[in-house]
């Protein structure tokens, strides 16, 4: 493996950058604590990981040179994430609406499912995969074994996810006395639900996998 400080860095960058996976962390950490706001985090790195094995077993390539089998990823990852999109607009109506009891349980009911959405949210999305092949192999010795590099770039990418996530999570959290006002809350749910139904559009646009 070559130049694996530069890779860190790149790694850091590339992270920080919002996409859905933040969208979703954001939304679960307002809507329901740190807890929902990891158990996303911990969902969409088992789906790094499985990105990362993918790679290294070559499904991932097949995938990229497939127009089909990218498109039923493309399409799938846009639907889910148009519905979480939507949904999470239809719960500021419905929040209205709920009262005691009632919205304790759904509380309940939608923190199981924080994990789904992370991992679902990345796993459906071809264009993660399409990255790990084309940015792993930047600093690989393309002469060698790719096995062991592919491996701990994998795991590192999805560590750096978590540590980044969880700084992430728990800074929302200290400004959650201001965030989680009901005027400020209404309008992040709004923003989020709109972000997510627009980065669900923008993966069913893409107009091809290379």
Known sequence: ?????????????????PGPDTAIATKNTLTL?????????????????????AAIL???AIVAKSAFLFSI?????????????????????KKE????????????????????????TNILNPKVAIFFLTFFPQFVDTGGNTFMPFLIM??????????WFVFYIY???QVSAFMKKPKTQTFVEGLTGTVLIGFGLKLALEKGNH
């Open 171 to 173: 800074l929302i959290h």
């Open 154 to 163: 994998g795991i590192t990418y999805a560590v750096l996810t978590a540590l």
């Open 58 to 60: 070559g499904l991932s």
């Open 73 to 93: 990823f493309k399409y799938a990852g846009a639907i889910y994430l148009v519905y979480l999109g939507i949904k999470t607009l239809l719960s500021l109506r």
């Open 33 to 53: 604590g740190k807890s929902g706001g990891l158990q996303t985090m911990l969902g969409t790195c088992c789906a790094l990981l499985i990105h990362t094995s």
């Open 97 to 120: 609406e709920r009262e005691g009891d009632e919205q304790k349980a759904e509380i309940q009911f939608e923190q199981t499912s924080c994990f789904k959405q992370g991992f679902l």
């Open 1 to 17: 493996m070559e130049n694996y400080y530069l890779f860190l860095f790149m790694c850091m960058v590339l992270i920080i950058l």
